[in-house]
T-cell receptor, first 114, second 111 residues
Framework: SQTIHQWPATLVQPVGSPLSLECTVE??????LYWYRQAAGRGLQLLFY??????ISSEVPQNLSASRPQDRQFILSSKKLLLSDSGFYLC?????????????FGPGTRLTVT | GDSVTQMEGPVTLSEEAFLTINCTYT??????LFWYVQYPGEGLQLLLK?????DKGSNKGFEATYRKETTSFHLEKGSVQVSDSAVYFC??????????FGKGTRLHILP
């Protein structure tokens, strides 16, 4: 069966520091991968998605970047965090982006920028 | 722990049928409740939300009422269309932003 892992679960970082959140998927090949953010009082926002190694699409211009160095690894990064980057970050995977599918979510990372 | 339970489906209906997708939750405290929709080939979109007991969220003909006594947030629509075919996720959040999703319900509407 497929599983999705995210770490760390909780992170507190000062403004201006770098960020690296990691997401890995097991039990499937060539998944589509997604990063979402849930910010205070707002709905879920799609940040990035990837349909393959090295292929990243950005949905919203911001202080963050994403990379996919391996088939089942998706990394969310920032060189300098802003206060507005605080929120709950979710990674998700899906079998395919071009057909009807369902996304499966990781446990999430709560990021607090101080 | 906190959790959301919803029927996984698939749910198959004919066009103009009445839709109900059940969602119940377990939570300590008083969360906000959401329905998200995922259309084929797209990411999640917020469909509607309710932030306190007895609130009714509505959008695009869909409705859901926050029922604290039954810990439920069932999604309803009086007359579905083919374009409503999608996956629907029930979710809850607390003020600390953590969001917990149900497993999603796949809906097929036949013309």
């Amino acid at each position: 069966s497929q599983t999705i892992h995210q770490w760390p679960a909780t992170l507190v970082q000062p403004v201006g520091s770098p960020l690296s959140l990691e997401c890995t998927v097991e039990g499937t090949s060539n998944p589509n991968l997604y990063w979402y953010r849930q910010a205070a009082g707002r709905g879920l926002q799609l940040l990035f998605y990837s349909v393959g190694i090295g292929q990243i699409s950005s949905e919203v211009p911001q202080n963050l970047s994403a990379s996919r160095p391996q088939d089942r690894q998706f990394i969310l990064s920032s060189k300098k965090l802003l206060l507005s980057d605080s929120g709950f970050y979710l990674c998700a995977w899906a079998p395919s982006r071009m057909t009807t599918f369902k996304q499966y979510f990781g446990p999430g990372t709560r990021l607090t920028v101080t | 722990g906190d959790s959301v339970t919803q029927m996984e489906g698939p749910v198959t209906l004919s066009e103009e049928a009445f839709l109900t997708i059940n969602c119940t939750y377990t939570a300590t405290g008083y969360p906000s409740l959401f329905w998200y929709v995922q259309y084929p080939g797209e990411g999640l979109q917020l469909l509607l939300k309710a932030t306190k007991a007895d609130d009714k969220g509505s959008n695009k003909g869909f409705e859901a009422t926050y029922r604290k006594e039954t810990t439920s947030f069932h999604l309803e629509k009086g007359s579905v269309q083919v374009s409503d075919s999608a996956v629907y996720f029930c979710a809850l959040t607390f003020r600390d932003d953590k969001i917990i999703f149900g497993k999603g319900t796949r809906l097929h509407i036949l013309p």
